[in-house]
């Protein structure tokens, strides 16, 4: 499956954006999605996931954006989302989308768990 993530920018603290990441191919919703940010000179970290079925139980935030950033996705477009709220100078960096092909019914929280990346979106959150 290829990704391409859309929808960074520059916004100011408080602020909202919504990325986007389209996925080609088929069987798009048999895969675990999952969003991760890299600031400079920082490791690759997740952000938020969800498993193949959308369900609550498989959705994982950070606590850095618990109840300020949303993941969802609509299978049928081959998307996944991820809304962001309230945001803080903290919250910049690149980010990324990612799938996972694994029989889990939650999403992983790993880097090294996922096997296909997007080329990555840069957000930058001014103070």
């Known amino acids: 499956v290829q990704l391409q993530a859309s929808g960074g920018g520059l916004v100011q603290a408080g602020g909202s954006l919504r990325l986007s990441c389209a996925a080609s191919?088929?069987?798009?919703?048999?895969?675990?999605m999952g969003w991760f940010r890299q600031a400079p000179g920082r490791e690759r970290e997740i952000v938020a996931s969800?498993?193949?079925?959308?369900?609550?139980?498989?959705?994982y935030y950070a606590y850095s954006v618990k109840g300020r950033f949303t993941i969802s996705r609509d299978n049928p477009k081959n998307t996944v989302y991820l809304q962001m709220n309230s945001l803080k100078p903290e919250d910049t960096a690149v980010y990324y989308c990612a799938a996972a092909d694994l029989p889990w019914s939650a999403a992983p929280r790993g880097v090294n768990e996922y096997d296909y990346w997007g080329q990555g979106t840069e957000v930058t959150v001014s103070s």
């Open positions: 969800m498993s193949w079925s959308g369900s609550d139980v498989g959705t």
């Open positions: 191919g088929r069987a798009f919703s048999k895969y675990h």
